[in-house]
């Protein structure tokens, strides 16, 4: 009897402690701050030829080919906060929702966590349109420091 009580103990403080351990070694989040670089809808149609996408930006080329691109029907990014980025220290952030039937859709980056693997950035339409009957396309640009860290969109 005396032998079952030490294994059922000795196998308790085991367990306990591989729980513990798994406790301490979980991955941290941290929140990433970013700036709010534009925000808002593109009125083409579709006509600007940008998809519904989550992209980044690690480069002027790849950022001016964006802007011409969003300007292509309307000029969309003169409401931008900011157009010239630093990308030795910076990365860009631009998300594009589908193309909308009708207005009053958002997509939202909610925020930004970063822990030993990614960036795990959050979406979210907070607006869910019917408020006009014009064709859009829901975007937002943020600028964030520059990562060697995988981005994932969620």
């Not at 989550?54 to 080919?65: C, D, K, R």
């Not at 631009?94 to 979406?123: C, P, S």
């Not at 979210?124 to 995988?150: L, S």
Request: proline share 2%.
């Amino acid at each position: 009897m005396k032998k079952i009580l030490l294994l059922f103990t000795g196998l308790l403080l085991v367990a306990c402690s591989d729980d513990a351990t798994t406790v301490a070694s979980a991955p941290q989040e941290q929140n990433v701050n970013f700036q709010l670089v534009g925000k808002g809808n593109l009125y083409g149609g579709s006509s600007e030829n940008i998809g519904q996408q989550n992209l980044v930006i690690n480069s002027q080329t790849e950022w001016n080919a964006l802007k011409a691109a969003m300007d292509a029907v309307n000029n969309t990014t003169y409401q931008f906060t900011q157009t010239d980025v630093d990308f030795e220290q910076y990365q860009v952030l631009a998300i594009f929702d589908e193309v909308k039937m009708n207005g009053g859709w958002t997509i939202d980056i909610t925020d930004i966590a970063e822990n030993q693997q990614n960036l795990l950035v959050n979406l979210d339409n907070i607006k869910t349109g019917d408020a006009t009957t014009v064709i859009t396309q829901p975007f937002e640009i943020v600028k964030i420091k520059r990562t060697a860290k995988p981005i994932v969109f969620e």
